[in-house]
């Protein structure tokens, strides 16, 4: 069965999720941040690319001074080549790390020295492509899954029409033209579908739930 996939991330007033060179910012209030934290216990997988991983170094778990829960996430990393930093905090928790790689790439190099369980799946492609990542990931029996990051997954993730919802906070900063966008290139322009506001706090959050 398909996951539901809900793809969030917070981002300035000018749409730019990062500073200059991918340099991560809390663009989050509290507000936005006790939301992540419990969309994250509700979760049953985080999915990020490896250069989420490798730039920001994220604990991705529940922080129980935003939302307190029990529950520790399992996580999935997208890395074609392999090279996620093998030391990164997010393989500090007992969980599931499943890293998706592309097709040939050896996937034997984590020892028992980490806390998570990491598991290394292998496109049938030359290209990793989310088709594969989502039907894996529903075979593996997950049934929701968020998503965090960073542009080019979240640009994939839309452009092939493998997600459910979105939801963008908009933090009142202006980064300026050389800010990472929320976005990559896109084929032609999409219509996402119906779009719900609210305030939160300093900011706005806006859902997108896909057009039928």
């Not at 509290?30 to 991983?53: A, F, P, Q, W, Y």
Request: hydrophobic share 40%.
């Amino acid at each position: 069965m398909r996951p539901r996939v809900v793809i969030n991330f917070a981002c300035s007033l000018d749409g730019k999720i990062a500073l200059k060179g991918g340099k991560a910012f809390r663009f989050s209030n509290l507000e936005d941040l006790t939301r992540v934290h419990r969309m994250r216990s509700e979760s049953d997988i985080i999915l990020v690319g490896k250069n989420t991983i490798n730039l920001d170094d994220p604990k991705l778990v529940v922080n129980e001074k935003y939302y307190k829960s029990d529950r520790i996430p399992d996580v999935a990393i997208l890395d074609s080549n392999l090279t996620v930093n093998r030391n990164a905090r997010v393989f500090s928790y007992p969980r599931r790390v499943v890293i998706f790689c592309r097709r040939g790439v050896e996937g034997d190099i984590f020892d028992q020295s980490v806390a998570s369980r990491v598991e290394v799946k292998n496109s049938p492609d030359k290209v990793l492509r989310s088709d594969f990542v989502v039907q894996e990931l529903g075979n593996m029996g997950y049934k929701s899954v968020m998503i965090e990051g960073g542009k080019s997954v979240i640009t994939s993730f839309i452009t092939d029409n493998n997600w459910d919802e979105i939801s963008i906070f908009y933090s009142p900063i202006l980064v300026g033209d050389e800010g990472i966008p929320m976005f990559g290139t896109l084929r032609e322009p999409m219509r996402l579908g119906h779009v719900e506001t609210e305030e939160l706090g300093d900011g706005i959050l806006m859902k997108i739930k896909k057009a039928l």
